[in-house]
């Protein structure tokens, strides 16, 4: 089951950005806790960037500077994006948006458990 809807995945060189944007298609989500997750073969997702309910954003220690996560106003359903600067080799993997809504349940942010909501990934690769 797909419950968020990623897009804007593709192929950059070094240096290159990308934008990145996850969808709720139904529903709500104003104040839920959002993140993006990225994995690579053989390995957990581990966290990139984080938005709380109050409009807290955490970044990835390397992609602090090069990383924004924000959300399109304040709406009910407005998107999610992650936007990309900079990009190096080590940020390509599949990137995963993540939800949830009762918020108490993310004690840190780049833990995947709390989360319950997942898109289907969305492919990142960067070559140097």
């Known amino acids: 089951q797909v419950d968020l809807v990623e897009s804007g995945g593709g192929s950059v060189r070094a240096g290159g950005s990308l934008t990145l944007s996850c969808k709720t298609p139904?529903?709500?989500?104003?104040?839920?806790?959002l993140a993006w997750f990225r994995q690579v073969p053989g390995k957990g997702r581990e966290g990139v960037a984080a938005?709380?309910?109050?409009?807290?954003?955490?970044?990835v220690e390397s992609g602090k500077d090069r990383f924004t996560i924000s959300k399109d106003g304040s709406g009910d359903s407005v998107p999610l994006y992650l936007q990309m600067n900079n990009l190096r080799p080590g940020d390509a993997g599949t990137y995963y948006c993540?939800?949830?809504?009762?918020?108490?349940?993310?004690?840190?942010?780049?833990?995947?458990?709390?989360?319950?909501?997942w898109g289907q990934g969305t492919q990142v690769t960067v070559s140097s």
């Open positions: 993540a939800a949830v809504a009762r918020c108490a349940r993310v004690h840190t942010p780049f833990d995947v458990d709390p989360y319950n909501l």
């Open positions: 139904e529903g709500s989500w104003m104040n839920y806790c």
């Open positions: 938005l709380d309910h109050d409009g807290r954003a955490r970044l």
